[in-house]
C-alpha cells in the first residue's frame, strides 16, 4: 500500500494554539472522528511528541509511535495503530525526546514520510503542541490549513495572536481558521474571535477567518475521563454539535474529494 510518491501537503490540517490546554487534543480526536464518520480515510499524528496525550484521551496504549521513527529509524507507517471507530493513528510517546532535540536532516526525513504518507489518507490531522517553538512551526508549515484554536480568555488571545503573526510572516503559504473553544455562548465565542481578527487585521494586514465557536460542555471532560470519544459517548451533546458545524465546514474549506 505505501509507496514513496512526489510530496503533496493539501490535505494536511494542523490543529494548533499558541496557548497549552485549550482543547487542541479533544478537537483533534473529535475531527478525526467526525470525518471518518462522514467516510473519509483518516490520519491523525500525535506531533505534540514529547508530551503527547491523544494515545491517553484514546485509552489505547500503542505498541510503537513516532519516538520509535525517530530514534529508531523504523518506518512511519510501522508506528500507524488503528482505532477501532475507524481511523489511523501515529502517536506519540510522554517523556520522550522532543522534535526540538532533532537534527534538521531527521526533521527533513520526517517531513518526506509524512508528506508520502498523507497519499495514502483524505486527510491528515496534525495535533501540534502548544507554543511556537521551532519544531512546532516546522510541523504547522507541513500542513495546507492550520486550525488555531483558543479560549476566551486574555492569555489565549494574546498566544493566538502570536501563532498567527508566526504564519503571517513564516508559513504564509498555511491558510489560516480560527475555533474558539470552551466559551459559555456562541456569541462570547464570537467576541473572541472578533478580539482576534481586529488585532490580526489592524497589526498583521491579515484576517484569519472564523471556522466556528464551541461551546463549554461538562460532557467533554466526561468524554476525556472515560476515554472515550465525545462523538460515540454523547453524540447530540453541545460540543459534538458545535464541532460536527466546524468539521462540515472545514471539509468544505479542504475542497478535497472523498476517495472511493
Ligand atoms: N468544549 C469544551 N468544554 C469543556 N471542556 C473542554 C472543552 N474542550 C476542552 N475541554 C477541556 O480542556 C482540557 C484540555 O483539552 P486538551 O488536552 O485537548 O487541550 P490541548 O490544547 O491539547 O492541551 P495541551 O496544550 O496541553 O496539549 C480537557 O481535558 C477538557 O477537560
Ligand atoms: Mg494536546
Not at 5 to 26: D, H, M
Not at 97 to 124: F, R
Request: charge should be positive; aromatic fraction near 4%.
Amino acid at each position: 500500500m505505501f509507496t514513496s510518491q512526489e510530496p503533496s501537503k493539501n490535505n494536511i490540517i494542523a490543529i494548533a494554539s499558541g496557548k497549552g490546554g485549550v482543547g487542541k487534543t479533544w478537537l483533534s480526536i473529535t475531527l478525526a472522528h467526525l470525518f471518518t464518520r462522514s467516510g473519509r480515510r483518516i490520519l491523525l499524528i500525535d506531533g505534540d511528541i514529547g508530551l503527547a496525550n491523544v494515545d491517553v484521551q484514546l485509552g489505547i496504549a500503542p505498541t510503537k509511535d513516532l519516538t520509535d521513527v525517530l530514534r529508531h529509524q523504523l518506518p512511519l507507517k510501522d508506528a500507524i495503530t488503528h482505532y477501532h471507530v475507524g481511523f489511523d493513528v501515529i502517536a506519540g510517546r510522554s517523556g520522550s525526546t522532543s522534535l526540538a532535540n532533532l537534527s534538521p536532516e531527521k526533521l527533513l526525513g520526517l517531513k518526506k514520510d509524512i508528506h508520502n504518507i498523507a497519499h495514502h489518507y483524505d486527510y491528515v490531522i496534525l495535533d501540534l503542541g502548544a507554543g511556537i517553538e521551532h519544531y512546532v512551526q516546522f510541523l504547522a508549515s507541513l500542513a495546507a490549513r492550520c486550525v488555531v484554536v483558543l479560549t476566551d480568555e486574555p492569555t489565549s488571545l494574546t498566544d493566538a495572536y502570536a501563532f498567527v503573526k508566526l504564519c503571517s510572516t513564516k508559513l504564509n503559504k498555511t491558510e489560516l481558521s480560527v475555533v474558539v473553544n470552551q466559551a459559555a455562548t456562541q456569541k462570547d465565542g464570537e467576541r473572541a474571535y472578533d478580539a482576534l481578527n481586529k488585532a490580526c487585521s489592524n497589526f498583521l494586514g491579515t484576517s484569519p477567518s472564523l471556522l466556528g465557536v464551541i461551546r463549554r460542555d461538562n460532557k467533554v471532560r466526561d468524554a476525556i475521563r472515560a476515554q472515550s470519544p465525545l462523538v460515540e459517548k454523547s453524540p447530540h451533546t453541545t460540543a459534538a454539535t458545535d464541532a460536527a458545524a466546524i468539521s462540515i465546514k472545514l471539509l468544505q474549506r479542504m475542497c478535497v474529494p472523498v476517495s472511493g
